[in-house]
T-cell receptor, first 115, second 113 residues
């Protein structure tokens, strides 16, 4: 049981380049989400999905795109990277929202540097 | 926007002693969930403890317990008999009916031998 798998773990980009952070879970979780973690700012929600084909914006969605074509996968796309997107990114999932089902399982994180 | 506030950026505790981390939040809902997550130096986030707002009784998990004051919108974490392995960043989080988890800015806990 792999849990939540994020790739790559590290990436360096130049300003203006595009890239996709991959996230896959093998727990049949309905809810998946992406966060960025910056010093002094905690974790901020970028986008989330409550099921295949359904996505919505979080607190800081600008510059990012997501899709959810399968239950297992929830990739995060940076369309034109900017230095302000330098951060550590976390993918997290949960079974649902009812008591006992709403605990998040996190991936190991992806450190992205934009030069 | 709803917020979760952790007013202590850093705390220190002596090994075997007790420490309390503070968390306050705002909400207009009566039903929601609160969590404490731990992030050790490995960066892997793990659940420490959770609380349903409709439950009066404070949650406990071994050495970890919470003081949930619903009217005051306060959700503090108490760690008893602190161990070196408790050193980490601790995040308070809230989940409400909008399917959005809101996290605080974190408290870095140092455990002194």
């Amino acid at each position: 049981n792999a849990g939540v798998t994020q790739t790559p773990k590290f990436q360096v980009l130049k300003t203006g380049q595009s890239m996709t952070l991959q996230c896959a879970q093998d727990m049949n979780h309905e809810y998946m989400s992406w966060y960025r973690q910056d010093p002094g700012m905690g974790l901020r929600l970028i986008h989330y999905s409550v099921g295949a084909g359904i996505t919505d914006q979080g607190e800081v969605p600008n510059g990012y795109n997501v899709s959810r074509s399968t239950t297992e996968d929830f990739p995060l796309r940076l369309l034109s990277a900017a230095p302000s997107q330098t951060s550590v990114y976390f993918c997290a999932s949960s079974r649902g929202f009812a008591s006992g089902a709403n605990v998040l399982t996190f991936g190991a994180g992806s450190r992205l540097t934009v030069l | 926007a709803q917020t979760v506030t952790q007013s202590q950026p850093e705390m220190s505790v002596q090994e075997a002693e007790t420490v309390t981390l503070s968390c306050t939040y705002d909400t207009s809902e009566s039903d929601y969930y609160l969590f404490w997550y731990k992030q050790p130096p490995s960066r892997q986030m793990i659940l420490v403890i959770r609380q349903e707002a409709y439950k009066q009784q404070n949650a406990t998990e071994n050495r970890f317990s919470v003081n949930f004051q619903k009217a005051a919108k306060s959700f503090s974490l108490k760690i008893s008999d602190s161990q070196l392995g408790d050193a980490a960043m601790y995040f308070c989080a809230k989940l409400s009916g909008t399917y959005k988890y809101i996290f605080g800015t974190g408290t870095r806990l140092k455990v002194l031998a």
